[in-house]
């Protein structure tokens, strides 16, 4: 059974085009919250499974920005 406080994140296969969530991700090039010209704050780091993508088999690094939010309806 899946740890209920386990974080998921969404990503989209660049390859397949098809949505999965995982948990089994790190962190990489964290550079913090940036904040632009209109007060928008972004992260700017990047996101790397650590495991292959179940859809293709690659793995993927994605810039924080290109994941989807899982709260949003």
């Not at 974080?7 to 904040?35: A, Q, W, Y």
């Amino acid at each position: 059974m899946a740890d209920s406080k386990e974080v998921k994140f969404i990503f989209v296969c660049p390859n397949e085009n098809e949505v999965f969530e995982s948990s089994n991700f790190k962190i990489l090039d964290n550079r913090g919250v940036v904040t632009d010209d209109t007060g928008n704050k972004t992260l700017d780091a990047k996101v790397a499974l650590n495991e292959p993508c179940p859809l293709c088999g690659q793995k993927h690094v994605y810039h924080a920005g290109e994941l989807l939010c899982p709260f949003s309806g």
